[in-house]
């Protein structure tokens, strides 16, 4: 069976239809409509693998999708926190509606990574004190940007990040840690 869409049913599709369809109380003064029984589209058959070479069959290629974000080092944290290490680039998104804010982020990460930097400063401020017309909205871009960095468009740039020490604006600030840019091949 083609749905509206010209998807074929899954035949787990299909009992749920039919209970769907059995459960249904029809309109008064109308009789009940069983549905009607549907042939199942035949599953395609596989093709078989060829082996390789080694004897192995040839898998899918990867999509490559960039590791799971990673804390701060130890040692950074602390050269951070002592004083012994500086941030290597600064964004302030102050005052910036959430749109502007993240195009900001985005073309500042770009930028940045292409010159090399490893660590970067994102100060999103903690929020003004009290509340909006609607409801708690204090500190949005606190909340949003960890959320746009674990974002597919922006992981590719991120190796991770972690809120600030004091010193560079603690809880309204994060750490972020670029990958390094790879290099355009012949």
Avoid: C
Avoid at 91 to 105: N, P
């Amino acid at each position: 069976m083609r749905s509206r869409r010209g998807r074929t049913l899954s035949e787990a599709d299909l009992a749920l239809w039919r209970q769907v369809a059995r459960s249904v109380k029809p309109l008064p003064g109308r009789a009940p409509i069983e549905p009607e029984p549907v042939a199942v589209a035949a599953a395609p058959v596989a093709e078989p693998k060829l082996a390789g070479p080694s004897g192995f069959a040839p898998s899918k290629p990867a999509v490559a999708t960039p590791p799971p974000l990673a804390p701060l080092e130890n040692r950074l944290r602390t050269q951070l926190r002592r004083g012994q290490q500086g941030v290597d680039a600064v964004i302030d998104l102050h005052g910036m509606r959430q749109d502007e804010a993240h195009l900001a982020l985005r073309a500042f990460l770009y930028r940045e990574q292409g010159r090399g930097t490893r660590l970067a400063l994102v100060v999103t401020g903690k929020g003004a004190a009290g509340t909006s017309l609607f409801g708690d909205e204090r500190g949005v871009l606190r909340r949003v940007v960890p959320h746009w960095l674990r974002l597919p468009d922006l992981r590719p740039l991120v190796v991770g990040f972690e809120e600030a020490q004091a010193r560079h604006g603690g809880s309204g600030a994060l750490y972020v840690r670029l990958r390094r840019a790879r290099e355009a091949g012949p």
